[in-house]
């Protein structure tokens, strides 16, 4: 589904990426861990296409299309949904007014029938009934006054609506309390564990992993795949640390 | 005062950033053509306006707010030639003025607001909200003067401009005047120039949305501030359709 080779990436002309490789099944789902600044959302920017991004060598290809050929919307048009580490607030835009312009925005792109006013509320119900979040939060301006774990929240209700091929969530556990973490954690395999889907989330902890059990795990350290193993190795490395595993 | 010394130059405060080969082409009577209101006490009036053309306009209008009156104006200026709209307003005691307008447009045109309100007795209270959205060559302004008499206590004034400019050319300028002859007043001022928020676009963007359904929503989000007071009548909606309508136009 994904396959990036050897990239390379600056911001404000820092080599951040430096020879990135990676490859996503359909059906899987991967973990990157990495200590802080290693470039993993450097990497989720890179592959959603945010200006000032700017790839220098290799390649990204995303279900046999040249990903970094297209722009951010098509990107997300063609299945790729980014969960931000920190979302962004939009002030004067409700999350309902907002979802539905990116929901038939994308179906638009697609050549698919758009939704109508009521067929988009019955799955943006159905959504936020799966994260168990107030419909009356979606009336709200998009993110605005939400807490941190509401953020994240509301994240994965955009993500259950916009129903991508491919999630790279980029510490969506980080924020959420204990009761919260497991519904994002159910709400991520009931969305996103699927056959045709994949999965890469970038997380700091265990915690998450408990939940939603990755096929493979990768350390991302300065700027590349440093290691890839089965799930043990999120387990190894909150044992005992980067600098053990990694050496 | 003769005449032919009342036509104004940009080194007049209140023309300062106006379109000087225009106000070349004014003439005394054009400057003579005040539109007057006059609101009764206990009275609200409400003006909604949509102005500007291919050529330049000048609107100005003069309303006197009695006792406890309230005096609503609600305007897009979104004209393809210098278009301004002046405002004078007096207000008696207990008095109310709102304001919400919108500067909206590309090209080269100036499009400005002008207000003078007086809170010539105690209580009055005014609100002026101004939203400018710029692109190509095009200029904005808001120059609001407010006038506090000796004696208007409890007066509360506020003034508030932002502009976005979605280009480089664009600009927009705003100056506020205050002259405060009472000392138990509330006066604020804020103002803002700056571009559409770069963070909020990539955002959408991620979601889907192509770069101008983006700009839309955000720049609705922005102009709608001036039309909050109108409370979500099919009017508002229709001023809001307006100014966005103009967006459209710009080719971006
Ligand atoms: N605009 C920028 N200008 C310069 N350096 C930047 C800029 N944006 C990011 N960086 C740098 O890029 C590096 C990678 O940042 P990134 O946010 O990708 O790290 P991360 O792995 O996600 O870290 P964390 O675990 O803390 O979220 C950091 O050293 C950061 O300071
Ligand atoms: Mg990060």
């Not at chain 1, 299945?79 to 929901?103: C, K, W």
């Not at chain 2, 539109?35 to 006490?41: E, G, H, L, M």
Request: glycine share 10%; with cysteine.
């Amino acid at each position: 589904m994904l396959k990036i080779e050897n990239l390379h990436a600056t911001v404000a002309d820092k080599p951040i990426l430096k020879g990135l490789s990676l490859t996503i099944k359909a059906g899987q789902i991967h973990a990157i861990m990495g200590p802080n600044g290693a470039g993993k959302s450097t990497l989720s920017y890179v592959l959603g296409g945010r200006p000032g991004y700017e790839v220098t060598q290799g390649s990204v290809t995303f279900d046999g299309q040249d990903l970094l050929a297209l722009d951010p919307h098509e990107r997300a048009a063609a299945g790729l949904f980014l969960g931000f580490q920190y979302p962004v607030e939009i002030p004067g835009v409700s999350n309902v007014q907002f979802l539905r312009e990116a929901a038939n925005s994308q179906r638009k792109q697609r050549g698919e029938a758009e939704l109508s006013g009521g067929d988009f509320l019955k799955l943006a119900k159905e959504k936020a009934g799966l994260l168990r979040m107030d419909m009356e939060m979606l009336k709200r301006n998009v993110n605005v006054g939400f807490s941190g774990g509401e953020k994240k929240r509301a994240e994965m209700v955009q993500m259950g609506i916009l129903d991508p091929k491919l999630a790279i969530l980029d510490e969506t556990d980080s924020g959420l309390d204990i009761d919260a973490l497991r519904i994002v954690g159910d709400g991520i395999n009931a969305i996103m564990r699927k056959p045709d889907k994949a999965v890469l989330l970038i997380t700091h902890y265990q915690r998450l992993l408990d939940y939603v059990k990755p096929d493979v795990v990768h350390v991302l350290a300065d700027g590349r795949i440093v290691k890839s193993g089965g799930p043990e190795l999120a387990l190894e490395l909150e044992r005992e640390g980067y600098e053990a595993v990694v050496a | 005062m003769s005449a032919l010394a009342a036509i104004p130059t940009t080194h007049d405060e209140d023309w300062r950033y106006a379109d000087a080969a225009v106000l070349a082409t004014l003439t005394p009577d054009k400057l003579a053509n005040w539109k007057t209101v006059d609101i009764a006490p206990g009275k609200t009036q409400r003006h909604t306006m949509v102005v500007g053309s291919a050529a330049p306009e000048l609107h100005r209008i003069r309303i006197q707010v009695a006792e406890g009156a309230r005096a609503e104006m609600f305007v897009v200026n979104n004209g393809a030639a210098y278009t301004r709209v002046e405002v004078e307003v007096r207000l008696a005691k207990g008095a109310h003025f709102e304001f919400g307008g919108v500067t909206i447009g590309g090209g080269d045109a100036t499009r400005e607001f002008v207000t003078r309100v007086d809170h010539a007795e105690p209580e009055a209270t005014s609100s002026q909200i101004i939203r400018s959205v710029h692109w190509g060559q095009a200029i904005g302004n808001f120059l609001g003067r407010i006038e506090v008499a000796r004696d208007a206590q409890k007066t509360d004034a506020e003034q508030n401009f932002r502009a976005i400019l979605l280009e480089k050319g664009a600009s927009a300028n705003t100056k506020p005047e205050l002259e405060i002859f009472a000392d138990d007043v509330k006066c604020a001022h804020g103002a803002a120039i700056g571009q559409l928020d770069q963070q909020a676009a990539f955002y959408m963007a991620a979601r889907g949305l192509p770069p101008e359904v983006a700009r839309k929503l955000l720049v609705q989000a922005f102009v709608a501030d001036a039309f909050t007071a109108m409370g979500e009548d099919g009017e508002s909606a229709r001023l809001l359709d307006t100014a966005l309508a103009t967006l459209g136009e710009a080719a971006l």
